[in-house]
């Protein structure tokens, strides 16, 4: 990022913006590397003459994140980035937003938050950055400035109509980025069209369909109510009365809410099918042991029919043995006879 001859910025001026952008230090935050700051004379013509003047040239240096900013991602419902990737970068980025609004000493406002100022890293972690029109806020909650800022279809109604910027400015901004990360580039217009209640409708059924490929049951509820979710705080961004928006801690609070819920959900599938192997198992063994038993039990019927078949084998030769004996016996007293 160059700046050249950068109007009323007087190398104090630079040097403190420089000191708020090395201490910002958060994985949502686009790391700051270094600055190049070099002066210049040159002859320039000014009121009719030929003077020495210096041209001063400052250059920002920020971490390369490869897959580039997220506006070249943006698609509807049915295309693109799965639900899981886009929440990701939605919680990225308030959780960014967050840092800036509320863990700093002195709060920063963006000022500029779009799609093209949110960049991805190479696990499509979300990182703010271009801080160029970015402010610091002490404890004042709103100011107004003659200046133009921002970038038209993210500026909230009370900064085009009264040159007002607060906390809220960046909400309002933060709402449209979330409507175009789960809808499209058209979320927001789409949205502006429609009742709330007709576009959380929509869209919120369309993720469901696309949603219900991957899972089922109580996980697909709890990853709808999820989308829902999202929506409506998007939508409660834009409300154009400001007093009516979010704060930051609030949005990223009910995020929160969403992941718990969701991790008992699974955790209740796993402990479902935990208890599910472990009835497999029992009728496994119980069906082996029974096995065991039917085959204890075909060895011994068979050990004890060979037993008593032997056993009539014996008595039966016995049997006849005996009935020959007597058949001699009576021959012998035939012949005492005779």
């Known amino acids: 990022m160059l700046h050249n001859n950068m109007p009323g910025q007087d190398e104090k001026h630079f040097q403190n913006e420089l000191q708020n952008l090395m201490r910002l230090k958060h994985q949502n935050i686009v790391g700051f590397v270094g600055y190049c700051c070099e002066t210049q004379r040159e002859h320039v013509q000014y009121d009719g003459r030929i003077v020495i003047a210096e041209r001063t040239s400052r250059a920002l240096c920020f971490e390369y994140l490869q897959n580039g900013s997220l506006h070249r991602y943006l698609e509807d419902e049915f295309h693109g980035f799965d639900w899981l990737t886009r929440y990701k970068i939605i919680k990225g980025t308030c ?6 609004h509320v863990d700093l000493k002195e709060p920063i406002l963006h000022l500029d938050l779009k799609p093209d100022n949110i960049l991805l890293d190479e696990n499509m ?9 970015s402010k610091l806020f ?19 109604p009370e900064y085009i109509e009264n040159n007002v910027i607060s906390k809220k400015f960046d909400i309002f ?23 709330s209640k007709e576009f959380i409708n929509l869209v919120h059924g369309n993720w469901r369909k696309r949603l219900q490929d991957t899972l089922t049951g109580s ?25 009516k928006r979010p704060n930051i801690v609030d ?30 198992e029992y009728v496994e063994n119980t069906d082996r042991i029974v096995a065991g038993l039917l085959e204890v039990f075909e060895e011994s019927c068979y050990s004890m029919g060979t037993s008593i078949i032997e056993r009539i084998k014996v ?24």
Not at 140 to 154: D, F, K, L
Not at 173 to 185: D, Q
């Open 95 to 100: 959780e960014g937003l967050k840092y800036l």
């Open 251 to 280: 949005i990223c609070y009910k995020l929160n809410e969403t992941e718990t819920i969701i991790a008992k959900r699974f955790s209740q599938v796993e402990k479902w099918e935990k208890m599910t192997m472990q009835f497999q």
């Open 315 to 338: 008595s039966r030769q016995r049997s006849l043995l005996q009935h020959d004996d007597s058949d001699d016996e009576e021959y012998y007293e035939e012949d005492d006879d005779v």
């Open 219 to 243: 996980p697909l509820e709890a990853y709808c109510q999820q989308v829902k979710t999202c929506i409506e705080i998007a939508l409660k961004c834009v409300e154009i009365k400001r007093h």
């Open 138 to 156: 002490s404890e004042e909650q709103t100011r107004v400035t003659q200046s133009y800022i921002g970038t038209r279809g993210y500026l909230p």
């Open 173 to 195: 901004s933060l709402g449209v980025v979330m409507l175009k990360v789960i809808a499209g580039r058209n979320g927001r217009s789409n949205s502006a069209e429609m009742t």
């Open 125 to 133: 972690l979300p990182k703010l950055a271009d801080f160029g029109l």
